[in-house]
């Protein structure tokens, strides 16, 4: 069963513990928190505290995608806050094994990303480093963007190298389209607008979960 990770990005700003509530009822099985540093992309959202509020409304496992350039400055903050796995971009300047090396030190898991256009080449050499790998199916920086089914194949070729992690994908999912990503290999669904612009999440996630 695909896991579903409602992302806080969509959710009312003004009433973050309502709608993370009502996922969590919905059936929703991870919170997908989407940190940006408005330089990495060209948006600005979260801090450690916001994921430090939500560990304390919900069992759910925390999700955190670091949208940054530095994010060897925000893993132990995150991590305090009770994150269950951090995420880093492949694209960035950093010595990527170690900031793996210091998530999974910490018990947690140590998830890589990478954009649409960056190939799966990139990481082969560090995915048994990672339990996680989030493929993005759109360019990062906002939500209600149109998916890249270019990552399709990308999923694919992650699960036919006999990839051990979760499977993530985030950007553009919809009902419409979820069925391939998961026939393809995806194991988490990163979901939007799709989700709190739902008025029957309950009912989507259903669906979902029996794709
Ligand atoms: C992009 C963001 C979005 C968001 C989900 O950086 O990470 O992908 O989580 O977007 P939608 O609303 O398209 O599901
Ligand atoms: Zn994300």
Request: some cysteine.
């Amino acid at each position: 069963m695909i896991k579903i990770a409602p992302s806080i990005l969509a959710a009312d700003p003004l009433n973050l513990e309502k709608d993370v509530r009502a996922a969590e009822q919905a059936g929703c099985d991870w919170i997908h928190v989407d940190v940006m540093d408005a330089h990495f992309v060209p948006n600005l959202a979260y801090s450690a505290d916001t994921v430090r509020g939500l560990r304390r409304i919900t069992e759910l496992p925390l999700d955190v995608h670091l949208m940054m350039d530095n994010p060897e400055t925000m893993i132990d903050p995150f991590l305090d806050a009770g994150a269950s796995c951090v995420t880093v971009h492949a694209e960035i300047d950093r010595d990527i094994p170690a900031l793996l090396e210091r998530i999974r030190r910490r018990g947690r898991m140590a998830g890589i990303a990478l954009k649409p256009n960056t190939p799966l080449e990139k990481v082969t050499d560090i995915l048994g480093m990672t339990d996680l790998a989030l493929l993005m199916t759109v360019e990062p920086g906002f939500g209600g963007q149109k998916l890249d089914a270019r990552v399709i194949a990308k999923i694919r070729q992650l699960k036919d190298m006999g990839y051990q992690g979760e499977i993530e994908s985030d950007g553009g999912i919809q009902e419409d389209n979820l069925e391939s990503l998961a026939a393809n290999g995806l194991t988490v669904a990163v979901m939007g607008t799709a989700l709190f612009r739902n008025p029957d999440m309950a009912g989507c996630i259903a669906r979902l979960h029996r794709m």
